[in-house]
């Protein structure tokens, strides 16, 4: 992930997504998401499906890929989805590298933020129980278990941290944080090892960047 430094390091605010940029979790979610399409009767989805397929909005994904809103509505699946993800978050990992990268950036004068779907005090627990609070500056995650959109939420980081957008770039693993990009008028790096693969993400155009992580 360190490589990633020659291509960040000319910018004054540097932005991450989290789960699947920072924290490898697609193992967990696959196992979530197919102990609640067993429960709909449906068969499970392997991680080549899962990453071919997920995408935001949630609810559109969820309806995608089989679960039934007639048999339990999307509120209801969110929030059994997340009371499970979070009984077993403590297998997840963070990506090899990413530690090694902060550090660097930290040298230089460099705002780093997390802008997250996960829910905001979720991921201030997480931060906790991994040993990341340190590295951040602003940690922005959404107020619901919806995993809608991070739209109004970067608009609130970039206010926030009050550092123009041109001086700012978020690095992500999905195409929503493309959208997200576009929308705040920034610069995006996408990352080809979370939870879309790398087909899908360089259909988008985006820069994308296959960095073959391990987890630590």
Do not use: W
């Amino acid at each position: 992930m360190i490589r990633l430094l020659p291509l960040i390091q000319k910018k004054k605010h540097i932005i991450f997504d989290y789960n699947g940029t920072i924290l490898y979790d697609t193992d967990v979610c696959l196992e979530v998401l197919n102990q609640m399409l067993d429960s709909h009767q449906q068969p499970p989805v392997d991680e080549t499906t899962y990453r071919e397929h997920f995408h935001f909005p949630i609810s559109s994904f969820y309806s995608k890929i089989g679960l039934n809103f007639d048999k339990e509505n999307f509120d209801q699946l969110s929030r059994r989805y997340m009371s499970t993800y979070l009984n077993n978050v403590h297998r997840c990992k963070v990506y090899h590298g990413f530690r090694d990268l902060v550090q660097e950036l930290r040298k230089q004068p460099v705002k780093i933020s997390i802008l997250t779907a996960l829910n905001h005090d979720a991921l201030h627990d997480q931060l906790i129980d991994f040993d990341l609070g340190q590295y951040f500056d602003a940690t922005f995650g959404l107020f619901d278990h919806h995993a809608l959109s991070k739209i109004e939420r970067g608009h609130e980081l970039m206010q926030h941290v009050g550092v123009s957008a041109q001086e700012t770039i978020i690095i992500g693993d999905t195409d929503h944080d493309l959208e997200v990009a576009k929308a705040l008028g920034i610069d995006v790096i996408l990352l080809a090892d979370g939870h879309q693969n790398e087909e899908r993400l360089r259909k988008t155009q985006a820069t994308v960047i296959n960095l073959n992580r391990k987890a630590e």
